[in-house]
């Protein structure tokens, strides 16, 4: 397959991925998507997202489907209006589902609640009659920085049905992260919390709130909700007990439908330069969005099903797919507040034996942590409750899906490896279950009514077998709006690239294999050129985690004097590995299986086995403080690492030649 300018190179190591995973006979008898929706939807894609959007409740109908003669901003489902909180909460206690729990909130010391969808619409209609008096309307932008608590969702919904927006940071954020997004924003309230528990310790969140809230002009108040009991500094000119404002609120409120493109959100995300991007999103084509995918992806049956997705509500797929989508079908789902080696490394497994949960969906940074740990602790749960299992947040090697089959999924439960970004909105790539021939490490094919291509340098595809630029070459429904108060970043960022096209620029490499199916290969940043060899770090990393000593592994290029760049790998081995493992043998070792498995020139020039890997909050790798552990360089900025002290411990590991 190797080409003579070494471009599709890429991924023969997972391209040569030939494992395939049919749906069985019973999946497919009873999946909610079926393989004429690929047709329907190429057929007529607005007639198709018509069909999508009619699964809300619009007050008024939408008069137009899309409207995108103001490229790059577009505008779906135009005229129609809508409640986002009344079609996430009401409308099903209106249609007889009221005493169907919503919500399974399992705290980290094992407290829980279970919140029915009747319960859930009186606790949002009092937090939005509490937000009503403290000044919130439509328009308006609350922050909210809180850990995994009910009130965070239903403060998210109370936003929604006043028609304010919601900024939501996450609670590991410093102060100052938090100070800057809600200034950008000028968010008129906050609300957070005492504290939270973390690995079994309560630890405060209000102290954060306080620093930041000491330069920021357009806060009038900060909501807080009781969570530890610990003490807290009381601001009295801002300060409110949410259980003195909240608890005495009508549950009765009324909501209003605003017009399908209301701002819905601000989330901000990192892009190349230091400032975050407020990522804006709007109601009726979002919703929509996070409704279809949410029910095709993950074959939601709100009746019998338990949803339970791991992410963080401070993340994109915390707002889509624990928030929006779940809420919007009328699902059940777990939430759970903590860690998951609290009290003990089998937690997620008692979560899901406990609830029954069926539909799980969580990371691939994670599923390798549960690789570490090892099979024999979900072995001792009774996990036959799973009948799909999800995958975000990055590329997920062969090895980790298979391992996730087998030991989570009992050798059975289909794998959907979304591929999807905060930008937009929704899932956009990912199998679908009862539908598509699974393959391991592949999100396959974009969903039916989504458009992608796969370009070079100049926006010409590069067709099957072909390696490039991952772009989305037609307006999706639950596309950003902009970002927060700069069109111009707007359409520099994602627009400008491929300018004479109109194509969205994803910032990620992609290549089609023989199939016509996509492999996902990391943003574009993470692709090293290795003399002229254009090599993923997935792909190292992925042949890396194939051997049997490797735990997990991330993988840089560093600059070199000879070959442009150079392959340098932080490998952590598993438990029980023999300390001699991280010798020079086993290295050794290493470099030769990762030649066999690539080819000679993604034989790393370096490997080094740490400890512990550097990650953001949400759990993807750091691979720029890793170019400078591996170039040499004073270790650049650590403020966004989930344990800043990760890097001391690789740097005085490798000092000590450990
Ligand atoms: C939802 C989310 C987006 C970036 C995206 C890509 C990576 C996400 C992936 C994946 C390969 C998948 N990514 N899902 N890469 N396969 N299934 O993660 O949003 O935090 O904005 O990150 O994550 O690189 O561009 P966000």
Redesign the pocket.
């Known amino acids: 397959m190797s080409q003579p300018d070494g471009q599709n190179n890429t991924l023969d190591n997972l391209l040569s991925e030939n494992r395939t995973f049919p749906p069985s006979p019973e999946f497919a008898a009873q999946a909610n998507a079926t393989a004429e929706w690929y047709e329907q939807a190429a057929a007529d894609r607005e007639a198709f997202w018509s069909e999508q959007a009619a699964r809300l409740h619009w007050d008024t109908k939408w008069s137009q489907v899309l409207d995108w003669s103001d490229a790059p901003f577009a505008k779906w489902f135009v005229g129609g209006k809508l409640n986002v909180a009344y079609n996430c909460v009401d409308r099903h206690v209106e249609s007889g589902a009221g005493d169907r729990v919503a919500i399974y909130w399992e705290g980290e010391p094992g407290d829980s609640r279970a919140i029915t969808y009747a319960e859930l619409q009186r606790e949002v209609s009092k937090t939005a009659n509490a937000l009503a008096e403290l000044g919130v309307g439509s328009g308006d932008r609350v922050a909210i920085y809180l850990p995994m608590l009910p009130e965070a969702v239903f403060s998210m919904l109370a936003c929604a049905r006043l028609g304010a927006l919601h900024s939501v940071v996450f609670g590991g954020f410093s102060s100052e992260a938090l100070r800057s997004r809600i200034n950008d924003a000028e968010a008129k309230v906050v609300i957070t919390c005492d504290g939270q528990y973390r690995r079994g310790k309560p630890m405060p969140l209000k102290a954060n709130v306080d620093e930041a809230v000491t330069a920021t002009p357009s806060v009038q108040h900060v909501l807080v909700v009781q969570r530890t009991g610990e003490d807290v500094a009381w601001n009295s000119g801002l300060d409110a007990w949410w259980h003195d404002v909240v608890d005495r609120q009508s549950t009765r409120h009324t909501p209003e439908a605003f017009d399908s493109e209301h701002p819905l959100y601000i989330l901000y995300?990192s892009g190349t330069t230091g400032k975050p991007k407020g990522i804006l999103h709007t109601s009726g084509g979002y919703l929509t969005q996070a409704a279809y995918t949410h029910s095709a992806v993950f074959d939601l049956k709100p009746e019998s099903d338990v949803y339970w997705c791991t992410a963080d509500i401070g993340?994109?797929?915390g707002h889509t797919y624990i928030v929006y989508g779940p809420l919007a079908n009328g699902a059940s789902q777990v939430i759970y507040e903590g860690t998951p080696n609290t009290p003990d490394e089998g937690r997620h497994w008692d979560i899901v034996q406990k609830y029954g949960v069926s539909l799980y969906y969580t990371a691939p940074t994670t599923i390798r942590t549960f690789m570490k740990w090892g099979a024999d602790i979900p072995a001792q749960y009774d996990l036959s409750s799973l009948r799909v299992l999800g995958?975000?947040?990055?590329?997920?090697n062969p090895e980790a899906w298979m391992w996730y089959r087998e030991h989570i999924g009992g050798g059975t439960a289909p794998i959907v490896?979304?591929?999807?970004?905060?930008?937009t909105g929704a899932i956009m790539i990912s199998p679908l279950p009862g539908v598509t021939e699974a393959k391991p490490g592949s999100?396959q094919t974009p969903l039916p009514g989504i458009s992608v291509a796969v370009v070079d340098e100049n926006g010409d595809e590069v067709g099957a077998g072909g390696g490039g630029l991952l772009v989305l070459d037609k307006p999706w429904p639950a596309m950003l709006r902009g970002i927060w108060g700069d069109d111009e970043r707007f359409r520099e960022t994602y627009w400008s690239k491929f300018a004479d096209k109109g194509f969205y620029f994803?910032?990620?490499g992609a290549k089609y294999d023989e199939d016509g199916d996509l492999w996902?290969l990391?943003?574009v940043d993470d692709v090293m050129n290795v003399s002229g060899h254009r090599i993923s770090t997935t792909e190292v990393e992925s042949a890396l985690v194939s051997h049997d000593t490797v735990a997990e592994a991330a993988v840089v290029g560093a600059s070199d004097a000879t070959t442009g760049q150079g392959i340098v790998a932080f490998v952590i081995l598993r438990g029980g590995t023999d300390d001699a493992a991280s010798g020079d043998t086993a290295i050794a070792a290493l470099r030769e299986h990762v030649a066999r498995e690539i080819g000679p020139i993604a034989k790393p020039r370096q490997i080094m086995v740490v400890g512990e890997l550097p990650k953001t909050r949400?759990g993807k790798i750091m691979r720029r403080l890793l170019r400078d552990v591996a170039e040499n360089r004073e270790i650049g900025d650590v403020s966004t690492l989930a344990d800043s002290s990760v890097m001391d411990q690789i740097s005085a590991g490798l000092k000590t030649g450990s």
């Open positions: 995300t993340w994109v797929t995958s975000v947040g990055e590329p997920i490896d979304t591929w999807w970004q905060t930008e999100a994803a910032g990620d996902l990391g943003r949400s």
